[in-house]
């Protein structure tokens, strides 16, 4: 049996963490019921955080343009609907300030948004914000996080910590074991 997760990637700092991740969602899996299956989603902005040689050659990466260069004719594959019909869960680590707003107004111009706007609810989809501490305060930040909660979207809630500019405060991504112990549990593992 295989678990398929799908990791989204926006235009954060946090993004830096991705290799991390990777090697966390990996690390236990010979003593998981199921095999772990991952692709990456990321937003043109998120590339600027990692480096293709941090990612295993086995968990492919899509973008924006692998959307728009798969499809020519009607009965192309469409690439947002397939990976939100492939994955059975969407974590997207980092959510910035920016795919946040647009999440919640329900924008959806790239392949990070399209795939959340097409996702089945009937899923998991855990966002983990990461932003700077006054992003993170500005009062339209709450009102986002809650209409994402309001569509059963489960949020992975940022920590205090001293970020990448020098401020100290709330905006920092949760820390990779926590993001970990959130997906184990959406796929029915509550101990690892």
């Known amino acids: 049996m295989e678990k398929h997760v ?21 690390e236990k899996e010979n003593d ?20 293709v040689s941090d990612v295993p050659t086995n968990v492919p990466i899509y973008c924006d343009q692998d959307e728009w260069s798969s499809w020519t004719n009607r009965g192309d594959p469409v690439l947002h609907i397939d990976l939100s019909k492939w994955a059975d869960v969407f974590v997207i680590a980092p959510l910035d300030a920016n795919t946040l707003a647009k999440l919640a107004q329900g924008l959806c111009d790239n392949l990070v948004t399209c795939v959340a706007r097409a996702w089945d609810t009937s899923k998991p989809l855990l966002f983990c914000p990461a932003m700077n501490t006054r992003m993170w305060e500005h009062p339209i930040t709450a009102t986002h996080i809650e209409t994402l909660k309001s569509w059963g979207y489960k949020e992975v809630p940022c920590i205090s910590k001293t970020l990448m500019c020098g401020d100290t405060g709330l905006g920092a991504m949760a820390e990779v074991p926590t993001i970990i112990e959130h997906i184990y549990s959406v796929l029915g593992l509550n101990k690892c």
Request: hydrophobic share 50%; with cysteine; charged share 15%.
């Open 6 to 26: 799908l990791i989204g990637c926006t235009g954060s700092v946090a993004t830096i963490k991705l290799p991390l991740l990777l090697n966390k969602i990996f």
């Open 32 to 51: 998981l019921p199921w095999k772990i299956k991952v692709k990456i989603v990321v937003s043109e902005h998120a590339k600027h955080f990692y480096t």
